[in-house]
């Protein structure tokens, strides 16, 4: 966002009325006056409508009932004031004046009158805002800020409600500064009905379902795949349902043999045990990349090494962790975004700071804390195995200037 867009979200200031008040007394059009403050039409109208002198007629002869016109279009519509015009000292009719240094002090005093709401002195509010604002604009959400910061001593619905008021406005913090405000525009699906592959008989999500009535024990991980580029490249991911941790592989090409290989690679570097404990039981979708199911099933040596199932067509529902936590991945990686620069050192770093993130479902634990609960004593290896490690909470960052900091 450059220098003029960002001027959109500011507040006039003193120098801004001054040309407000200038372009008035040169017959400007409140467009061209927008145009130069780098605002709109409509702000511009409103700034001056809100801020004028009202002086009453000169001569009571003019009155609105008595046939003599009142109406003066430099007055009533472009520029809105009378400031600057040549028949000003001569004029009967009501003049409306436009003051800069009035319009700002009548501004300072509205702000002072909002916030005396607020139970903040300006002391506190930096104090907060020091705090809050470096880690907003590494995309951290409010719930993560206070997870990790109670010294805020703020719930997060007054925050929100400070922030929407404008209270840390004056420290930079505005409402579009917070990750739930960016919203991306949701393209509707094109789904394509697939031929039915045989190699899904025996593997479809009923029978995965008859499997964890059997084996309720078994931790599913949910297999995704996420690209930004129809030609690639690819981001394959991993959920481990247990404790949320996701990890991804990155692929120039979407092939059933390059998704295997991710799998092959993790049963060489992690115990028998582990790899059947985190992989044992995999859940995906039927993408073409997906459907050889015995490639998966069995390894090299064609010894059976995990139970491989799919969702029906269209259902993507049935394996909701992995889609949900996807949105993780698009706050770093939003759709657009050129991933072909991107390596796999980037990817693993990635979702080092996703797995660092506390969520409100594991009752504000990160997903790697929740693994070293359950994985205690392999907990070192899988760190290592999918290059992952602990961060400190402000260290999070959320967006794609993370791959600036490398």
Do not use: W
């Not at 593997?203 to 078994?218: N, R, T």
């Amino acid at each position: 966002m450059n220098k003029k867009q960002k001027r959109y979200y500011t507040h006039l200031t003193i120098e801004d009325r001054f040309v407000i008040q200038t372009g008035i007394e040169n017959e400007a059009k409140k467009c061209n006056i927008a145009k130069m403050l780098g605002k709109e039409a409509s702000t511009i109208a409103k700034e001056i409508r809100s801020h004028l002198i009202i002086k009453p007629r000169k001569s009571y002869s003019i009155k609105p009932n008595n046939g003599i016109d009142d109406k003066c279009i430099r007055r009533d519509r472009t520029p809105g004031a009378c400031n600057g015009c040549d028949n000003l000292s001569k004029c009967k009719k009501e003049r409306r004046l436009y003051d800069a240094n009035k319009a700002q002090k009548e501004y300072e005093y509205m702000l002072i009158d909002s916030r005396s709401g607020i139970n903040m002195t300006t002391k506190e509010r930096r104090r907060v805002a020091n705090i809050i604002k470096p880690l907003i604009e590494q995309r951290q959400s409010i719930e993560h800020i206070l997870m990790n910061h109670p010294e805020v001593g703020l719930c997060a619905k007054t925050l929100y409600s400070y922030i929407e008021a404008g209270v840390f406005h004056d420290f930079g913090i505005i409402n579009l500064s917070l990750k739930e405000k960016v919203q991306r525009k949701y393209k509707n699906p094109k789904y394509k009905k697939r031929k039915e592959p045989v190699s899904y008989e025996g593997h479809k999500y009923d029978d995965y379902l008859a499997f964890k009535e059997e084996y309720e024990e078994k931790m599913t991980t949910e297999m995704d795949t996420l690209y930004n580029n129809h030609s690639g490249p690819y981001l394959q991911t991993f959920q481990f349902t247990d404790c949320k941790v996701m990890i991804g592989k990155l692929y120039q090409e979407k092939t059933n043999e390059n998704m295997v290989a991710t799998i092959d690679e993790y049963e060489e570097i992690l115990s028998n045990e582990v790899f059947k404990k985190l992989f044992g039981l995999l859940l995906t979708d039927r993408g073409s990349e997906f459907q050889n199911s015995q490639l998966f099933e069995q390894n090299k040596k064609g010894k059976h090494r995990l139970n491989i199932f799919y969702c029906d067509p269209m259902c993507s529902h049935q394996k909701p962790h992995v889609e949900n936590n996807h949105n993780y991945v698009r706050d770093i990686l939003p759709n657009g975004y050129p991933m072909e620069h991107l390596t796999q050192d980037d990817i693993d770093l990635m979702f080092t700071h996703i797995n660092n993130t506390p969520r409100r479902s594991l009752h504000g634990k990160t997903p790697l804390q929740i693994m070293k609960f359950f994985y205690t004593e392999d907990y070192e290896d899988i760190l290592k195995a999918f290059n992952l490690k602990e961060l400190e909470p402000d260290e999070v960052t959320l967006s794609s200037l993370l791959f600036k900091k490398k």
